[in-house]
Nanobody, 127 residues
Framework: QVQLVESGGGLVQAGGSLRLACTVS????????MAWFRQVPGKEREFVAS????????YYPNNMRGRFIISRDDTKNTLYLQMNDLKTEDTAVYYC????????????????????WGQGTPVTVSS
């Protein structure tokens, strides 16, 4: 049984920063490719960032690159998303996802590739 639990969301002013965390609970000891997605009501889930199963590579869409940084601490089984210079359009529910697939790059940006999902943590950026 794999469980992902996100934390760190909340209300922040435009220009501010937040760090999201996703803790992975899994008794198998497997390593996962990990990612962050976000979703606003009425829209499709949007890819934010991913990190390969090895932790050696990360991938961002062009509109996230530079402001968002994904990282992982395997000693804590935790994935992070540092979000800087937040904008009102970053308001969304942010989801953590995990996959046993060993993909990298653009292949990691498709929500359908991930087997496991957290419940999401809401982020609201005010103007």
């Amino acid at each position: 049984q794999v469980q992902l639990v996100e934390s760190g969301g909340g209300l922040v002013q435009a220009g501010g920063s937040l760090r999201l965390a996703c803790t992975v609970s899994d008794d198998s000891g497997s390593r996962y490719a990990m990612a962050w997605f976000r979703q606003v009501p009425g829209k499709e889930r949007e890819f934010v960032a991913s990190m390969s199963w090895s932790g050696e590579s990360s991938y961002y869409p062009n509109n996230m690159r530079g402001r968002f940084i994904i990282s992982r601490d395997d000693t804590k089984n935790t994935l992070y998303l540092q979000m800087n210079d937040l904008k009102t359009e970053d308001t969304a529910v942010y989801y953590c996802a995990a996959s046993l697939r060993k993909f990298v790059g653009m292949a990691s940006s498709f929500a359908g590739q991930y087997e496991y999902w957290g419940q999401g943590t809401p982020v609201t950026v005010s103007s």
